[in-house]
């Protein structure tokens, strides 16, 4: 009863750790990101609530990417701490086996690797499927944002657009280029092969409207064999028909799991609904196997409660030796979708760490005990 106590205390301690290390790791992570998103915001006019919301959707993308890191720390500071207060001698003295121990450390790893699953495989690629429509939802819901000062905007489809200076939706000096036809209308010539060039002194932009003053419609054949000149004092024109470029297509860390395993099983080459297949394979490895590296981390953790020659084995060489295996597999996951052996290097290469380790330890500490 008392060791039952005894392990829900370390338990709990490991993960306690464990969240404090990951937030505190993760916060900061965010915090780089969420300054260069600001400078976005204030120039592109974008609302002060997409800024937060943006952040906190992208906290979920964020996170995962040091649950690895965090559980190594977490699990090597909780070990040392314990040795050097003479605790586990105490609980080595009173019959508790090192083996047990370790089964604490690896079960302790499988929730850690479930709570990286869910977020990995559900949460991640909602969250930054998500952040990706809010800032498309913005440039529908209005066009001002897309818009900065002496730099080109391309954020809809076929429709180039730059303006010399803004002042809140007041704009000057613009210049718009449409190669997909989506002014047609401006022009008599309406042949499917002319483009249509607009410039403006001044304009306003009153969410998906722009209303443009003195300027000139150029429209001409793309073979440059003929071309026309239109002057006008204002025209309107109504963007709301334009298809985004940001929204278009979602990208692979933001398309959900099922949509890659599906695309995957079928090995779908469909580019407009599906991704490439060499984007696909390590995408998957990483939201599912990658996890499993955890309860191996936890293993090679283990090893610092081996003694030799009155001395257990040093932190800073097990976290190395940690490090270098979360290290060797994320290298690796990158070239899962083009590299056979690769892939299945990396597919059992934590199950051999489990069995190696394990074996090894349980061989150790029973000698010991012996």
């Not at 301690?13 to 992570?29: D, N, Q, R, T, W």
């Not at 009173?94 to 559900?122: D, P």
């Not at 209303?211 to 025209?235: A, T, V, Y």
């Amino acid at each position: 009863m008392l060791q039952n106590k005894i392990y829900q205390n370390f338990f709990l301690e490991i993960i306690k750790s464990f969240f404090v290390i990951l937030f505190g790791l993760s916060i900061i992570a965010l915090t780089v990101r969420a300054v260069n998103f600001l400078e976005l915001v204030v120039d592109s006019g974008y609302p002060i609530t997409t800024y937060f919301e943006f952040s906190f959707l992208n906290l979920f993308g964020i996170l995962p990417k040091f649950i690895p890191l965090s559980f190594l720390i977490a699990l090597i500071l909780f070990i040392v701490k314990h040795i050097q207060d003479s605790e586990f001698v105490i609980l080595w003295t009173s019959g508790v086996k090192k083996i047990q121990i370790v089964n604490l450390f690896f079960y302790t790893s499988l929730i850690v690797l479930v709570f990286y699953l869910i977020f990995s495989t559900f949460l991640t690629p909602l969250a930054l499927n998500k952040s990706r429509q809010l800032l498309g939802q913005d440039q529908l819901n209005s066009f001002l944002p897309t818009i900065r000062s002496q730099q080109f905007t391309d954020s809809f489809k076929g429709f180039t657009f730059i303006v010399e200076k803004k002042i809140g939706n007041e704009i000057q000096n613009i210049f718009l280029h449409d190669k997909s036809r989506n002014l047609k209308n401006l022009s008599t010539n309406i042949s499917s092969n002319v483009d249509t060039t607009i410039i403006a002194q001044n304009g306003v932009v009153d969410k998906k409207k722009l209303i443009l003053f003195n300027g000139q419609i150029i429209s001409s054949k793309r073979d440059q064999s003929k071309s026309e000149i239109i002057k006008f004092d204002q025209i309107n024109i109504d963007l709301s028909k334009l298809s985004t470029t940001t929204i278009k297509k979602s990208k692979v860390q933001e398309t959900s799991t099922l949509e890659l395993l599906k695309c995957f099983r079928e090995k779908n080459i469909d580019l407009k609904t599906c991704h490439k297949l060499s984007e696909i394979i390590p995408n998957l490895n990483r939201r599912i196997v990658l996890p499993f590296y955890i309860p191996a981390i936890a293993l090679i953790c283990s090893l610092l409660l081996i003694r030799v020659k009155g001395k257990y084995f040093n932190s800073l060489s097990i976290f190395i030796l940690s490090f270098l295996v979360l290290l060797f597999s994320e290298l690796t996951i990158r070239y899962t979708g083009i590299n056979d052996l690769i892939k299945t290097i990396f597919l059992f290469f934590p199950f051999f760490l489990l069995v190696l380790f394990y074996t090894f330890l349980n061989l150790k500490f029973l000698k010991e005990f012996k």
